[in-house]
């Protein structure tokens, strides 16, 4: 939303309660077959790809876990295990760099809401 021009809380709001307006629909939204709706996600892919220009690879600390998530989220077909890791690997290669303080503290509870993940499993 922000990337359109939406600056306050009221775009996420409006969203989230689309969101909830959609769930009566979803055994709907199922009868879908998932070929009719592949090319949407090839679309959506190449302009999310469009975002890795801006990411800053010379500085290992932000580029390598970018990468990794780029990498791990086809070799695991699972796109949460592919964002786990690389929100995982960030905060580590920031304390290992000892630039714990880029690192914000809502990060280290996804962090950790992540391993969680992972063990539950």
């Known amino acids: 939303g922000i990337a359109v021009g939406g600056k306050t809380g009221l775009t ?3 969203t ?3 969101f909830l307006l959609s769930i009566p629909f979803i ?3 199922n009868l879908i077959p998932d070929i009719a709706v592949a090319p949407i996600f090839l679309i959506i892919g190449y302009l999310m790809l469009q975002s ?3 990411i800053n690879f010379k500085d290992i600390t932000e580029g390598f876990p ?3 998530t780029i990498v791990l ?3 695991t077909s699972d796109i949460v295990k592919g964002m786990a890791i690389g929100f ?3 905060p580590v290669l920031k304390l290992f760099a000892r630039r714990e303080k880029e690192v914000k503290p809502a990060m280290y509870v996804i962090v ?3 391993f969680l993940y992972f063990m539950l499993q």
């Open 12 to 14: 996420s709001m409006t």
């Open 112 to 114: 950790l809401l992540f």
């Open 88 to 90: 995982i690997v960030f």
């Open 73 to 75: 989220i086809p070799f």
């Open 66 to 68: 970018a990468f990794l």
């Open 16 to 18: 989230g309660l689309l």
């Open 27 to 29: 055994p709907f939204i």
């Open 52 to 54: 890795i220009a801006e």
